[in-house]
């Protein structure tokens, strides 16, 4: 494995401004891009921990439910909400991966991992419709 560089973004602003530098890469529960550092996939010179960062919130209004960036799929699943009126997103989330990786792997890690999850539609993973509504439907990959 290359070696890298690693910081833990202090806020979202110093974020943002770290992600200005080029060979800059996030990590968040790094369960695909810790295999990719491994396997040379991914070669950056440096990782940009955002896991302190106040992203991790799940908020449900009239218009849909917004996700934080570091909400994680179990995090989801689990949600009140999700189960009563998102109940096939909760499903489809908890037949990705394991116990350990829904654990660890956020809704955004997801979307760059080039394999949404079979709710979320390409482009549209920040505005989810409540139940009722129809998606194209996208199988995960693993
Ligand atoms: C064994 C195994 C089984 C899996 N099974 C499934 C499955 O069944 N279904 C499925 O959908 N996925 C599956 N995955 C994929 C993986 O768990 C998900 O893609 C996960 O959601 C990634 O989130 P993460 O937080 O771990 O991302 P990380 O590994 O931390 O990052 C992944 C990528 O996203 C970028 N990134 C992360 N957060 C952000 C952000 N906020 N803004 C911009 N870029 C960001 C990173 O820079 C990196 O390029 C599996 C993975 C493994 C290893």
Same mark, same amino acid.
């Given at each position: 494995?290359?070696?890298?560089?690693?910081?833990?973004?202090?806020?979202?602003?110093?974020?943002?401004?770290?992600?200005?530098?080029?060979?800059?890469?996030?990590?968040?529960?790094?369960?695909?891009?810790?295999?990719?550092?491994?396997?040379?996939?991914?070669?950056?010179?440096?990782?940009?921990?955002?896991?302190? %960062?106040?992203?991790?919130?799940?908020?449900?209004?009239?218009?849909?439910?917004? %996700?934080?960036?570091?909400?994680?799929m179990?995090?989801?699943a689990?949600?009140?909400?999700?189960?009563?009126?998102?109940?096939?997103?909760g499903e489809a989330l908890l037949a990705a991966a394991?116990?350990? %990786?829904r654990?660890?792997?956020?809704?955004?890690?997801?979307?760059?991992?080039?394999?949404?999850l079979p709710v979320?539609?390409?482009?549209?993973?920040?505005?989810?419709?409540?139940?009722?509504?129809?998606?194209?439907?996208?199988r995960a990959?693993?």
């Amino acid at each position: 494995m290359r070696s890298f560089g690693y910081a833990k973004a202090p806020d979202v602003a110093s974020a943002l401004a770290a992600l200005a530098t080029p060979g800059t890469e996030v990590i968040a529960g790094g369960t695909e891009l810790v295999n990719w550092l491994k396997e040379g996939i991914a070669a950056p010179d440096r990782l940009l921990d955002i896991t302190g %960062l106040p992203l991790g919130a799940v908020e449900a209004s009239a218009d849909g439910l917004r %996700l934080g960036a570091l909400v994680r799929m179990s995090e989801v699943a689990a949600h009140p909400v999700v189960a009563r009126e998102y109940p096939v997103l909760g499903e489809a989330l908890l037949a990705a991966a394991s116990a350990q %990786l829904r654990t660890m792997a956020t809704i955004d890690g997801n979307i760059p991992a080039a394999h949404p999850l079979p709710v979320l539609p390409r482009g549209d993973a920040a505005a989810v419709q409540p139940a009722g509504r129809r998606f194209g439907m996208r199988r995960a990959r693993r």
